[in-house]
């Protein structure tokens, strides 16, 4: 890993694709662990090419704002404006570093990455961002500094491309599951944005890499993933046992999937705090089931752990580990 460089992959995507992964496996008729497993982590690494096609995307709204410019010179009756028009956005710094870094030049040309059936779409959205009062007054500013580049062009990423229905339907048509991967993968854009350094950065690493550190990830995602699957069972009675007025059969696959992920971080994962597990499935269920489901999880969780302190099934290494 480069430091200073953002990171795509942080462990609460690997959760949400582990969780991905055991529902996968438990809703099928003859699962097979081992193609599970190698087909979550398939999908990890096509993250990054998501990455790479909205990086794409930004430098494609450069090269659609030169092409328009110098379309308006050709007029058959040019202004002014026209003939000498304000490059500023079109010269800003971001694109230039973006166009001019050898390595992503090699990993867009390896990876074919382009946006050319959605050219006219991309012309729009160019000329709706012309009208933005934040780009007016951009373009007619009288200090011109780096600070002031990049934040125009997260100001673009961020309200124009990252929510245009056009790029997510052209991003799902390229692979049905990007749209789950989206905000990690936008967010990342506009933190590679901010952390382009100044200076000369054509032979310079500026993209951010796929994991933090890939040999823990992956060990990560893999114990997270086998665990959840061969503890199931007992954890479902386990389970079963807290909810009260509820059988194992009765509570929802998604629930009890989460369930079991946080009891095999909480007595499997000696370095990960007791408080950092229960809030991460708090989280996911926000987002993956109902919304009655965070309370119920908790609840159940908040049980458990103090079932498993007791009979010191949790051991985690490390002051304040514990609390």
């Known amino acids: ?22 529902y996968a496996y438990q809703r099928t008729s003859e699962p097979d662990m081992v193609k ?3 087909e979550m982590f398939e999908s ?6 998501l990455y790479l096609y909205l990086i794409k995307l930004l430098m494609q709204v450069g090269a659609v704002a030169d092409e328009i410019t110098e379309q308006s010179k050709r007029k058959n009756l040019p202004t002014s404006e026209d003939l000498n028009p304000n490059r500023r ?3 800003n710094r971001v694109f230039t570093k973006l166009q001019e870094n050898v390595q992503l030049k090699l990993l867009m040309e390896r990876s074919k990455i382009q946006w050319k059936e959605e050219h006219d ?6 000329k709706a961002f012309r009208e933005d009062e934040q780009y007016r007054l951009y373009m007619m ?3 011109n500094n780096e600070q002031l580049d990049k934040e125009i062009l997260v100001h673009l990423f961020r309200d124009y491309l990252g929510v245009n229905e056009v790029v997510h339907s052209a991003l799902e048509e390229k692979d049905i599951y990007w749209q789950d991967d989206l905000p990690i993968a936008a967010l990342t854009v506009i933190k590679t944005i901010h952390s382009l350094p100044e200076g000369d950065t054509t032979n310079t690493s500026v993209l951010a890499d796929l994991y933090k550190n890939k040999e823990e990830d992956q060990r990560f995602a893999k114990e997270l993933f086998r665990k959840t699957i061969q503890f199931a069972p007992e954890y479902a009675e386990m389970i079963a046992s807290k909810a009260e007025n509820w059988e194992s059969e009765r509570i929802a696959l998604l629930d009890l999937i989460m369930m079991q992920m946080g009891l095999v971080e909480l007595e499997h994962f000696p370095t990960i705090p007791i408080k950092v597990t229960l809030n991460e499935y708090i989280e996911l269920a926000k987002s993956y089931s109902t919304p009655k489901s965070k309370v119920f999880i908790n609840g159940v969780l908040d049980k458990l752990v103090a079932d498993l302190k007791k009979s010191e099934r949790i051991n985690k290494q490390g ?3 514990l609390e």
């Open 44 to 49: 990890i690494n096509r993250l990054f090419p």
């Open 89 to 91: 956005f079109i010269e």
């Open 36 to 38: 599970v497993e190698r």
């Open 121 to 126: 779409d991309i012309r729009k959205i160019y």
């Open 319 to 321: 002051r304040g580990l």
């Open 141 to 143: 500013r009288e200090d």
């Open 1 to 22: 890993m480069n430091k200073g460089l953002p990171v795509l992959v942080n462990r609460r995507y690997l959760r949400i694709k582990v969780f991905q992964a055991v």
